[in-house]
């Protein structure tokens, strides 16, 4: 870890040793505990908590007041919303000490968590999926899917450019209004972007 390749502002804590990757923003009232990674080119906003053992991708956006606490791993190119909640026990009791029985949420890439959701501990967030704000969610969600509500369930589909996808039949070919790629279930229930690989980052977000 190299101070120089990173920014923490003066009220923030980075515990040593971590990885913060260059270019990454640490800004106020943060604390990055030992043993975090995280990747190039984040931004953490102010009262982020990021806990020991938790992984970081590339270009992550994390809103003011998120905790991301051991057992959570985010991949490159998610935003987390402010105020969004994670946990990491499913059964916590203030007498009763779990460390043992911590449960891994993983985030794929790209995906979108809104403002005030949590996400219940064990799920896996799909590539691109996006989280509506205030939703809260008890299991895995798919690539693309758009959930909503209190237990959040699926209601649609989001573009990989964050636009609700729509078809006029089953099956048939949806197209992101912003980029113009198509998009299709290529089996009921899983979405399939038909122009860019879902294992890798939009054009304007490879690294050089």
């Known amino acids: 870890m190299s101070e120089d ?10 515990d040593a040793p971590c990885t913060i990757g260059a270019g990454t923003k640490i800004w106020h009232f943060c604390h990055v505990m030992t043993g975090a ?3 190039r080119g984040c931004v953490l906003g102010q009262n982020v908590m990021v806990a020991s053992g938790v992984r970081v991708g590339d270009n992550v956006k994390i809103q003011n007041n998120v905790s991301l606490y051991t057992g959570v791993e985010i991949e490159d190119d998610v935003f987390c919303g402010p ?3 994670f946990t990491n026990v499913i059964n916590p ?5 779990r460390h043992s029985q911590y449960q891994r949420t ?3 890439r790209g995906a979108t968590i809104g403002a005030n959701a949590t996400i219940v ?6 590539r691109y999926a996006f989280i509506g704000a205030g939703a809260v969610v008890r299991g ?11 237990p959040a369930v699926q209601k649609g589909w989001m573009s990989r450019h964050g636009h609700r996808l729509t078809a006029t039949e089953p099956s048939a070919t949806m197209h992101c209004p912003e980029s113009g790629w198509r998009y299709r279930e290529m ?9 860019w690989p879902e294992d890798t980052a939009l054009p304007e977000f490879e690294a050089d």
């Open 83 to 85: 105020s969004c909640v």
């Open 187 to 195: 089996t009921p229930g899983v979405l399939s972007c038909l122009d």
């Open 140 to 150: 895995d969600v798919p690539d693309y899917a758009l959930m909503l509500g209190v």
């Open 121 to 126: 501990c064990g799920a896996t967030i799909g």
């Open 37 to 39: 990674v995280i990747g």
């Open 93 to 97: 009791r203030s007498q009763i000490v």
């Open 106 to 108: 993983l985030v794929r």
């Open 5 to 14: 390749s990173y920014f923490a502002h003066p009220s923030a804590y980075v």
